[in-house]
Structure formats: structure tokens, C-alpha cells
């Protein structure tokens, strides 16, 4: 791993790149994450003895996982969102409402973050996705993502597509910063995005910005498989989408005024 002049103390950057390598692997020895990563087998030993006696590595049989502290801390950041206090519960019965795999997401360091998913529930006869849904993707890549970029200040979206890039996730990606700023622009007349496969082959989705006047709080969105998602899209879903998105935002609105 090269040193990164952007990053002031590398010693950090190693040790969350490890963390980051474990959480892919569920659980690696130190042997299996330096030939990964590139380091010598001394460094990465040192960092994982520090961190599994900080209590975010567990050390089992030569191998080491994830420590339920990361679980406190996840939980403790996502419970600390005004979006998810307010949000949760309506993300929950659109999905109860629809039959959709829905989610609440927020965007942090110019990426879509879902910090709430429901079950996603398919029509009978459908199969399931085959993939896991990302919990974390570049914001161009997904309707919560778009629905949140279009609604940020101007010179915001053009620091954050400098920063990540337009790359693609799959052949359906926007990859053309011309074709994304047209697309953000139809997005915020329609007020809704829409992900035709463009994060995950055959997965569709809809989603709506949860944004007051000076804050983009988050993003609400339902997502499915197959033609009955493509009829949900025709059949309403976008506004369901929308009213949920509504919803949230004028709890946050009428709470900040108490």
C-alpha cells in the first residue's frame, strides 16, 4: 500500500483499510490480509493486536472479525439522525404499503449511505436478488443517490462528480457528466429519481429527496425486480415515494419549530 499525500497519517489509513479488508472477508489472520493488501506481515499483526485491544477486532483461533463495537457505533450514529428519528417509521409502512424493499438514506463524503432497509419482499413467483444490496455507492449510481445530488447547491454537485468520478456499476451507469446534470434537472421537476439497473442488474427503483429549504436530510426509496417493478413505476409507486418523502420532511419541519 503506497503512502497517500492526502491522508495526514497513514498509520490511520492502514489500519481502517484493514478493518475495511476483515468486513469483506468476515474474518482473515494476518497472513491472508498482508499478501491482500500489500503489506508486510509485521504491520498488519501490529495493527490488529491494537485494535483488538481497543475492542473493535476479535481475536479467534489466529483469525479476526469485527467487534460488536462497531455495531454501538453504527447504531449510535444512525440514532443520532433527525432524518431517522423522523424517517424510520414511515420507511417501515411504505414498505408494509408496497411490498417493496424500501430504504432511508442519507449522503455523506459525496456517496448514497442507506442507514435503514426493509425486507424486500418480491411479487409471488419472482426470485429474489442475487446480490446484496449496497449499504454504501457513489451517488450517480442509484435513485436515493440522484434524488439526493439533485437537490444539493450547484457548486456542492460539482465537487462531489470531481471527487468520486462518474464510474460505472453496471452497463446502465450514467457515466456522462452532461447526461447526469440533464437527468438531475428532470429530477428536481418531477421531484423523484429512478434506477433502471443502474446500480444492480435487474434491480429497479424509485426514490425522493427529503430536503427543506437549506437541508438535504436524506432520501426514501423503493426498490424491486423484474417487469412488476417496471408496472409499479407506471401504477403510482413514484408518488407514494414522493407523499413518504413529504411526510418525513414536515415532521422535521413542525418538530424544529416546538
Request: negative net charge.
Amino acid at each position: 500500500m503506497d503512502e497517500d499525500p492526502s491522508v495526514s497519517i497513514n498509520a490511520i489509513k492502514r489500519s481502517y483499510t484493514i478493518v475495511d479488508e476483515i468486513c469483506d472477508r468476515d474474518r482473515a489472520g494476518a497472513t491472508e490480509l498482508a499478501d491482500a493488501l500489500g503489506l508486510p506481515k509485521s504491520t498488519v499483526h501490529n495493527h490488529l493486536r491494537t485494535l483488538a485491544t481497543l475492542g473493535y477486532l476479535v481475536e479467534e483461533d489466529g483469525t479476526y472479525r469485527l467487534g460488536a463495537r462497531y455495531l454501538h457505533l453504527g447504531q449510535k450514529s444512525r440514532n443520532s439522525r433527525t432524518v431517522f428519528q423522523h424517517g424510520r417509521g414511515a420507511v417501515e409502512a411504505l414498505a408494509a404499503q408496497s411490498g417493496r424493499y424500501c430504504q432511508l438514506a442519507v449522503e455523506e463524503n459525496g456517496e448514497t449511505v442507506v442507514i435503514q432497509s426493509t425486507q424486500w419482499v418480491p411479487d409471488e413467483g419472482a426470485r429474489p436478488a442475487q446480490q446484496t444490496y449496497p449499504m454504501r455507492a457513489h451517488l450517480h449510481t442509484n435513485a436515493p443517490g440522484k434524488a439526493l445530488l439533485a437537490h444539493l447547491p450547484s457548486e456542492r454537485i460539482t465537487a462531489v462528480i470531481d471527487r468520486t468520478g462518474l464510474d460505472s456499476r453496471t452497463e446502465l451507469t450514467v457515466t456522462d457528466e452532461d447526461d447526469l446534470r440533464s437527468e438531475l434537472e428532470t429530477i428536481r421537476e418531477q421531484g423523484y429519481a429512478v434506477d433502471q439497473g443502474e446500480l444492480v442488474s435487474g434491480m429497479l427503483g424509485v426514490a425522493a429527496p427529503i430536503a427543506t429549504e437549506r437541508t438535504v436530510h436524506g432520501a426514501v426509496a423503493a426498490y424491486g425486480a423484474g417487469h412488476e417493478m417496471r408496472e409499479a413505476l407506471d401504477e403510482g409507486l413514484p408518488d407514494l415515494v414522493k407523499e413518504t418523502a413529504d411526510d418525513i420532511r414536515a415532521d422535521i419541519v413542525f418538530d424544529s419549530l416546538e
